[in-house]
């Protein structure tokens, strides 16, 4: 009131009338209301805008679930309609369909165009016509990561729409920009992944440990959707590759642990299943989406086998002994598509997790490994150039020592581990003279049974049966005997008291 007042008064100063009531909150709250706040109060005012700002969230968060619906609906009528028909092509080949349609659709665009204003009709035509880059069917892994995603953000509060939209507005930009070499790709998606970074450190005072999280969210979000398109891209060479490295593995399956130094030995049951879950996790690496789950791949890789080499030498393995063992386990395994994953990981991975950490370190080790193997040469291996050619050629294969001709330092294991494949030699000799053997008695068996069955058939033509008619009942011999009547009755017995 005293506010009140003093309006008042100033007004009737200025020769101005002024009405009590104009003065007052809109809200009824019974204090002075400013004109530059829409007539509302300090309080007030900020309780209005609040209550507008909180409105606007919810707004946004309802229009990205509905957004998220829609994907699904039209998912499952997309499932629904093309249920009945059967899938005769490979995931692969379908990437190679897609871009190719791409890149018609892109020639079009270009030769259809003959005047600046033309051109831009015809971009704006091409942006809403359905092409398989643009408007494609989000696949299960999408929407559940999409899903995934938006709820993660709801803990960052004013952040985590900021990042929504900016992840939004970087994948529209990327659909525009499929005509881009990988490379320009690559580099859009690193300045991206650095701008939200700083934004997260700088403006918005998000902690270091939460920024790493959301960098993790946000290129698991990005990459699910873009893996179609940057993983072994079609105008690039990574397919060359991986043939090319997939024939070299396999002409080298005659290396041994031996020739390459691994201090692992697979007799030990424990050691061997360490290796078999190496084998496995470096495969399974191929079917991941997001390259840090590829990178986590690798990394429980190398920790089986650290794992492996400790229970073998019984103390703490060294970088010395982990490479040969990872290029062993490289060469055992032949993991399908190893460069392009390599590729992928190096052009679309968080670079803090590549510069940084064991992800980074454990990946280099591999870079280096696939780098020996296309490299690898009869030097590497101690073996003369002659040797290492036949080897190459399947010529021959590497020898084993025969017990005499081991020298005194070799150790027990591997005089072992001949015994052992001198013993599986034998059982293997064993097993296929027993099968043969079993083979010849189940020949004989039958040839047995058709003799027998023929035997019995030319008896049964020889001799056939004949069922002759039963015969007449013969007549009591004494049934002709006319004199019978004559004959004195038989004796009858009698009974006497005694």
């Keep these: 009131s005293l506010n009140r007042r003093k309006m008042s008064l100033k007004s009737e100063r200025r020769g101005i009338h002024v009405d009590q009531s104009e003065l007052l909150c809109k809200k009824g709250c ?30 946004d968060w309802e229009l990205a679930e509905r957004l998220q619906r829609e994907e699904e609906e039209a998912y499952a009528s997309s499932q629904s309609t093309q249920g009945a028909q059967s899938l005769t092509f490979s995931k692969f080949e379908e990437k190679k369909t897609n871009e190719k349609t791409r890149k018609v659709t892109t020639v079009k665009k270009f030769f259809t165009a003959s005047s600046r204003t033309g051109a831009k009709k015809a971009e704006i035509q091409e942006a809403k016509a359905p092409s398989p880059s643009i408007n494609r069917q989000a696949s299960i892994e999408t929407d559940r990561v999409s899903k995934e995603f938006i709820e993660f953000l709801k803990t960052y509060h004013k952040p985590g729409q900021d990042i929504y939209k900016q992840c939004k507005l970087f994948l529209d930009t990327m659909n525009h920009k499929r005509d881009l070499s990988i490379e320009e790709q690559s580099e859009c998606a690193q300045d991206f992944y650095q701008n939200v970074a700083e934004k997260l450190q700088t403006r918005w005072k998000v902690p270091p440990e939460k920024v790493e999280k959301a960098m993790d969210q946000i290129e698991k979000y990005i990459m699910t959707r873009q893996y179609k398109y940057v993983f072994c891209p079609e105008t690039t060479d990574d397919e060359k590759k991986d043939l090319a490295v997939q024939k070299r593995i396999r002409a080298l399956h005659w290396v041994t642990p031996q020739m390459l130094c691994v201090p692992v030995n697979e007799e030990i049951p424990e050691v061997s299943d360490m290796v078999v879950k190496a084998i496995t996790d470096i495969i399974e690496m191929d079917s991941k989406r997001v390259p840090r789950d590829k990178l986590a791949c690798i990394t429980k890789c190398s920790k089986h086998i650290f794992n492996a080499i400790k229970v073998t030498k019984n103390e703490p393995a060294s970088a010395d ?98 015994k052992n494949l001198d013993l599986l030699s034998q059982l293997n000799e064993r097993q296929e003279r027993i099968v043969s053997e079993a083979k010849k008695l189940e020949k004989d068996l039958i040839d047995w049974t058709d003799g027998i069955t023929k035997e019995v058939q030319d008896i049964v033509e020889k001799y056939p049966l004949e069922i002759k008619p039963k015969n007449q009942a013969l007549a009591a011999i004494d049934s002709e005997n006319v004199e019978n009547d004559k004959l004195p009755p038989p004796l009858q017995p009698q009974v006497y008291a005694g």
């Design 321 to 418: 002994d982990f490479l040969p063992t990872l290029i062993y386990i490289v060469l055992k395994g032949n993991p399908p598509r190893l460069q392009s994953n390599i590729q992928y990981i190096t052009r679309f991975c968080n670079p803090s997790r590549l510069m940084t950490g064991e992800d980074g370190y454990y990946f280099t080790n591999l870079c280096c490994a696939v780098a020996f193997i296309e490299k690898l040469d009869a030097q590497s291996l101690n073996l003369s150039q002659e040797d290492f050619d036949r080897f190459m050629t399947g010529q021959t294969s590497p020898k084993k020592q025969e017990p005499e001709s081991f020298s005194p330092d070799v150790c027990l294991g591997v005089k072992q581990m001949y």
């Design 30 to 59: 019974g204090y002075y209301g400013n004109p530059a706040w829409q007539g509302f109060c300090s309080k007030c005012w900020r309780e209005e805008y609040h209550k507008a700002r909180q409105k606007q969230i919810q707004e």
